[in-house]
């Protein structure tokens, strides 16, 4: 039988939105990405980080818990013809049993609030070479601007599916995938990304600078409804025999909120870059 969150795998892939072009641009100069670097996807997911660092690295190491996420990865990567990607079932916890080579840089995509940081930070100062870095990259809904008002439409109709509080999200880009109670999805706040950055701060990789760019996404009702399905809280293993029907539901309530079809929001992207104090 499959989990929400394997279920979740295909939908994860295709519409999750991608970073920006200028996170990558990022990368490329900081840690002067010129294809012969080792990079690590440290709780990948189906890859969307891998895929995009791929042709700018001379290996890529994706590792989440997940099968499915990994599999979705992997056939992606190789309809892409990126031969230069490794797939490899592992979580955090156990950095040093993957026996990776030295990593020039580590990415981590919405997933370092949910890992024993001081541990990780720890372990990847043992394979990270001695220029290399930690990147965390996340998304939030941008302070001060109000939720737009069709997500309302479609977490209510989340909620007469699956119950109170599925679908419901600050920010559905930044969903956890772990394995806390069941359905949790709560937005990043103060313990979560400060509460990272406070961690970096603390550990081999002290030297912590922030950056952050504002992003604006447009979603159709079919994208609407794959980013919700994306999410392992209503991830369609949730609905059984009753998915179709939400998804039909879905569409109908957002088309009879905004008839033109087009429902957008702005989010706030930041990247958190650590790395070993200079000599």
């Not at 895929?51 to 890529?60: E, G, R």
């Not at 009879?256 to 870059?273: F, K, L, N, S």
Request: proline share 9%.
């Amino acid at each position: 039988m499959s989990t929400p969150y394997a279920s979740a795998a295909p939908y994860y892939a295709r519409y999750r939105p991608p970073y920006p072009a200028e996170f990558y641009e990022l990368l490329a100069d900081r840690f002067a990405l010129d294809g012969s670097q080792t990079v690590l996807d440290l709780g990948a997911g189906p890859g969307p980080i891998t895929l995009a660092l791929a042709p700018l690295a001379d290996q890529v190491y994706a590792v989440d818990p997940e099968p499915a996420m990994l599999a979705e990865g992997s056939r992606l990567a190789e309809e892409r013809g990126l031969a230069n990607t490794s797939w490899l079932a592992g979580d955090a916890a156990g950095i040093g049993r993957l026996c990776l080579p030295r990593i020039d840089l580590c990415v981590i995509g919405r997933a370092f609030h949910l890992m024993d940081r001081s541990r990780v930070a720890a372990e990847l100062d043992g394979v990270l070479a001695p220029r290399g870095g930690i990147v965390l990259v996340d998304s939030v809904a941008r302070p001060g601007v109000p939720r737009p008002p069709w997500a309302a439409v479609a977490e209510e109709v989340c909620a007469r599916f699956l119950g109170p509080g599925r679908g419901r999200a600050a920010d559905w880009d930044d969903v956890d995938r772990s394995g806390e109670a069941e359905g949790t999805v709560r937005p990043r706040g103060a313990e979560g990304a400060e509460g990272s950055e406070d961690h970096l701060a603390k550990s081999p990789f002290s030297r912590v600078e922030t950056i952050t760019w504002d992003q604006r996404l447009r979603h159709t009702a079919d994208e609407v409804t794959g980013l919700l399905l994306s999410c392992p809280a209503c991830a369609p293993a949730r609905f059984g025999d009753r998915r179709a029907a939400f998804e039909s539901e879905l569409r109908q309530a957002l088309l009879d909120h905004d008839p033109v079809g087009t429902y957008a929001r702005t989010v706030r992207v930041r990247a958190v870059i650590a790395t070993r104090p200079r000599p």
